[in-house]
Nanobody, 119 residues
Framework: QVQLVESGGDLVQAGGSLRLSCAAS????????MGWYRQAPGKQRELVAT???????NYADSVKGRFTISRDNAKDTVDLQMNSLKPEDTAVYYC?????????????WGQGTQVTVSS
């Protein structure tokens, strides 16, 4: 069973920075995309950023220019560097692995880590 362990969530002031980390354990077969999602109270979970095994990143418009996603394929880790944080970034952030192998799809989620940005 693949497990995702997150760390880095914290309470920060607006304009500050935070770095989230996610470490995957267990075997993940085939090509897979790693990413970060977030969910604020009363809202649906939304995509923040994803990155392919080849290093191609995709960002939500709301975080472009402020957040940077990166991964280390050898270590099976994915990080999210968050700069210029805003109160609207407050949410529970979830690490995600979306794998595909011989037509089979696998989706794994971390436990979530709270990010709170105060004014």
């Amino acid at each position: 069973q693949v497990q995702l362990v997150e760390s880095g969530g914290d309470l920060v002031q607006a304009g500050g920075s935070l770095r989230l980390s996610c470490a995957a354990s267990g075997s993940i077969f085939g090509n897979y995309v790693m990413g970060w999602y977030r969910q604020a109270p009363g809202k649906q979970r939304e995509l923040v950023a994803t990155i392919t095994s080849g290093g191609i990143a995709n960002y939500a418009d709301s975080v472009k220019g402020r957040f940077t996603i990166s991964r280390d394929n050898a270590k099976d880790t994915v990080d999210l560097q968050m700069n210029s944080l805003k109160p609207e970034d407050t949410a529970v952030y979830y690490c995600n692995v979306a794998a595909q192998w011989f037509g089979r799809k696998f989706d794994y989620w971390g436990q979530g880590t709270q990010v709170t940005v105060s004014s």
